[in-house]
């Protein structure tokens, strides 16, 4: 399958490489075509991908994934250009977290409404689905690195493209489809990105990112 990732940091660097590695046709995309971190992106995967803009890796990719920074990533959306996205799945793993020295991150977006509805909003055509955007890129590619069943998350107003985008996880990442949980309309984006300050502060007690959520369901009543 052909995947345009856009953005190169640690999630886009981690999801793009799993994504070769597991034998799909990948292009990363960033704000600049030759983009030095993207360059040493193409080092580490042998020269098995492509780089470019994000016009390039949107037109690209049957599937995008949008793996920017929540702050800027409409801005960098606006660069992938509408007519690229249109039509396609558009899997929004970008949580709007802004990064302060003196204060601890804060939701540039949050009540509401979110940055997934946002997308959702200016790219009417694009098949939008939030996913992946509730753990560490680690635990994103390899749910088995936490012990036992555990939880992801999925949200979207277009139901077939999140029944592909579960399947998609599950075969790219070996997620269970039993552990994928479909929380809605896309409007369920406020809560998932709103969980991150807790996020944070879990990682911060538990002094490691490898964790997830589990969810206990008792009796009705």
Known sequence: MKIGVLGTGMVGNTLATKLVQTGHDVTMGSRDAKSPAAQEWLRSVGGKAKSGSFADAAA?????????NGANSMAALRLARSENVGGKILIDV??????TEDSPPSLTICNTDSLGEQIQREF???RVVKALNTGNCGVMI?????????QLFICGND???KADVARHISDWFGWKRQNILDLGDITAARATEMYLPLWLRLMSVLGTPQFNVRLAIGSKH
Do not use: K, M, R, W
Not at 94 to 99: G, I, T
Not at 142 to 150: F, L, T
């Open 124 to 126: 009417p055509q694009a």
């Open 94 to 99: 970008a949580n709007p977290l802004q990064f």
């Open 142 to 150: 390899n749910p088995s690195s936490v012990p036992g069943d555990h």
């Open 60 to 68: 690209f990719g049957e599937i995008v994934l949008n793996c920017t």
């Open 159 to 161: 139901a077939g493209a």
